[in-house]
């Protein structure tokens, strides 16, 4: 995640109107961004008038988010799952598949444990993530045009192009530049490691963990996934 150029590059889109769609249907009030980042989706989500907590790691993200002035009734947080309050939320969402920043399993087991802790009885837990099988990365390796972005605050030009380290186990590994045009120089390069887990693991651990009527649907329809799907996404309930 770069700060400075995410909302430039991470347009809006089908998953985004999913989850939005999937709140409605649930008629909550209460709800918790957990890997909120920018605020690029929870902006939208606080137009609608829910009473929000959003919270990330990635204090430049917060500041990011906080610079919006966004309207309505959210406050963030500079944190992770265990800054999240006891028995408060009517759900818990984790949008753009924050499930795969967790490399380990502990670090994804503490993460929803935090999570089923949060939410009051009868609390939605909504994420996406990528399907491993589909083997998206397939794609972004053959991609090889670089994203293109402003500088926030000079307005200068920026290329945003990422290289591919490939998987270690589960995880895997690629780069992310950020380069000047005009001055042909590199600003920023980030290590990103996504760790990728099949739907069974996932309804393993969540099972564990408590959860129960576990749906798992695909690439942004109200439909059972599927093996094929490049896209689960997972909503059960404390
Ligand atoms: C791909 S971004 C998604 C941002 C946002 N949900 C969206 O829809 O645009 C992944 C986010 O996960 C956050 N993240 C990384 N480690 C985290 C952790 N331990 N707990 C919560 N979020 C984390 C990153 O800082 C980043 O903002």
């Known amino acids: 995640m770069i700060p400075l150029v995410y909302d430039q590059i991470n347009h809006w889109g089908r ?3 999913f989850f939005l769609a999937l709140l409605k249907k649930l008629n909550v009030e209460f709800i918790a961004d957990l890997g909120c980042g920018t605020g690029r989706w929870t902006t939208h989500l606080a137009e609608n008038g829910y009473k929000i907590t959003a919270i990330d790691p990635n204090e430049e993200a917060i500041n990011v988010a906080r610079s919006k002035g966004t309207p309505g ?3 963030w947080m500079v ?3 265990a800054d999240l309050q006891s028995n408060t939320y009517d759900a818990v969402i984790m949008t ?6 967790f490399l380990t399993d502990d670090s994804w087991k503490q993460t929803i444990s935090d ?3 949060s939410l009051k009885v009868g ?3 909504i994420f996406d993530t990528r399907n491993p099988l589909a083997k998206v990365w397939k794609e972004w390796e053959m991609d090889k045009t670089p994203d293109l972005a402003k500088d926030r605050l000079s307005g200068d030009s920026l290329e945003i192009y990422t290289e591919y380290d490939g998987f270690e186990g589960d995880v895997y590994t690629f780069y992310e530049i950020v ?3 005009k001055k042909d120089k590199i600003l920023i390069r980030e290590k990103m490691q ?4 099949n739907q069974e693991e996932f309804n393993a651990s969540l099972k564990s963990t408590g959860f129960t009527q576990i749906e798992t649907y695909g690439d942004w329809e109200f439909k059972q996934a599927n093996s094929k799907n490049k896209s689960f996404i997972f909503h059960c309930v404390k």
């Open 96 to 101: 753009a598949n924050v499930a795969q920043v």
């Open 73 to 75: 009734n959210v406050k």
């Open 123 to 125: 609390g939605h837990f």
């Open 179 to 181: 380069k000047h045009t």
């Open 79 to 81: 944190g992770d799952s």
């Open 15 to 17: 998953d985004d109107e």
């Open 194 to 197: 996504l760790r990728f887990r």
């Open 115 to 117: 999570v089923f802790r």
